[in-house]
């Protein structure tokens, strides 16, 4: 590796352990316990070697927006103990290739695509660990399935064998923090509605990104999706090559 390659890479951890850092602290002032949040580093647009570097230095799950440029990824390092999840919109035409290379889904918000998933994951695969996208703000521009639509479709996708419902998932409207609290009153809600959900077991709360970690935690969420604190800047398209 050479001297620029190195420096970056170094950057790189800096500011992977700075993040783990602001989340023990973020914590910690919430009075939760530091291993109930896990760090999703959110790769879109990043080259596989960030991932590579990352991942020798303890991260496991890595998120990732767009279907065919986690493929490509996943070929380049293949044989790494890697965690992928997909916590984009997923189209139909794409949920054959997800099914089978993905771990977690955090972007589910309706119930055809979750029939799919489950038709398609393959046997020998254990379930499919997947997140109920909500759109809380009812925002047109944003994917997820509204309040009033959540109980039917949790209890639909609790019927699928091949998925395991882990919880609930939010991108809040930017600087509406309060929506974190009300996907936690939401998931507390559905858990007490179906106690067997906790069996399952029904329990992340995927909320909080780089902007907003210490907020997300105190609200209690399970996975921070953190991007730009821990890869930078990120890329165009067009620098990295790829597209959905």
Not at 85 to 108: C, M, R, Y
Not at 203 to 232: H, P
Request: proline share 4%; charged share 25%.
């Amino acid at each position: 590796m050479n001297s620029a390659r190195a420096s970056a890479s170094d950057e790189l951890i800096s500011r992977w352990r700075q993040v783990l850092i602001e989340m023990r602290r973020a914590s910690a002032v919430a009075g939760h316990e530091a291993e109930a949040v896990q760090l999703l580093a959110v790769s879109k647009f990043h080259a596989a070697e960030a991932i590579a570097a990352l991942n020798d230095s303890g991260q496991r799950d890595f998120g990732e927006n767009y279907v065919q440029e986690a493929l490509e990824k996943m070929q380049q390092l293949r044989g790494r103990d890697i965690c992928w999840h997909l916590i984009g919109p997923l189209q139909s035409n794409k949920t054959a290739e997800v099914a089978v290379n993905f771990d977690w889904v955090h972007s589910i918000d309706r119930l055809k695509i979750a029939r799919r998933l489950n038709d398609q994951r393959p046997d020998e695969l254990p379930p499919l660990n997947i997140c109920l996208q909500v759109n809380i703000d009812d925002e047109d521009s944003k994917s997820g399935c509204s309040l009033a639509e959540l109980p039917a479709l949790v209890e639909a996708v609790m019927a699928l064998p091949r998925l395991r419902l882990r919880g609930l998932m939010v991108i809040p409207k930017a600087g509406e923090t309060s929506a974190f609290a009300t996907l936690a009153k939401t998931h507390a809600a559905i858990l007490a509605r179906l106690p067997r959900l906790a069996d399952a077991p029904f329990d992340s709360l995927s909320m909080g990104m780089s902007a907003d970690l210490a907020e997300a935690i105190a609200a209690g969420s399970t996975w921070v999706r953190i991007g730009t604190a821990i890869f930078g800047a990120r890329p165009t398209i067009s620098s990295v090559g790829t597209t959905a």
